[in-house]
């Protein structure tokens, strides 16, 4: 079975926002701040676990307007102050029980200073063009672009 090529298996986001890279930065490793944007839009997040550095966990709870959470776990493989991070999506005990959970991923995030501004990618890479298609399918993109434009906001704001 032939393997996909990384670019039938990755999701690349980048955004320019109109903040310096500190700032930037420090909406990722402040779990009060995190909370204040992560997740899609109308969604509220509760960050219960921030252990930022490699190896450590992040545990974020995402409630809908409705009042149905959604539990996550990552785990940070490596950080490298202040240009990148890379996480993944570890399975939760919640999630163990449901049928067909989400596929995993593996985010690298890169912080590209550019005077006062930030050069912000995120590269989401999956185990297959399959996997790919199902998170997209599950709304994926919309979701983490609803979140991007939220810290957009947040960091207009400061």
Known sequence: MAQDSLEQRELVITRRLKAPRNLVWRTFEDPYLLAQWWGPENFTSAITR???????????????????????????????????????????????????PP???LATLTFEALGNETVFTMRAEFESAADLAVAMNGGFLEGTNQAFDKLERQLASR
Do not use: K
Not at 59 to 81: A, L
């Open 103 to 105: 596929p995993t991923y």
């Open 50 to 100: 921030l252990e930022f550095r490699a190896g450590g966990e992040w545990h974020v709870t995402m409630q809908r307007p409705d009042g149905t959470e959604h539990p996550v776990r990552y785990q940070f493989v490596e950080i490298v102050v202040p240009e990148r991070i890379v996480y993944r999506p570890l399975r939760s005990p919640e999630a163990v029980p449901r049928r067909n």
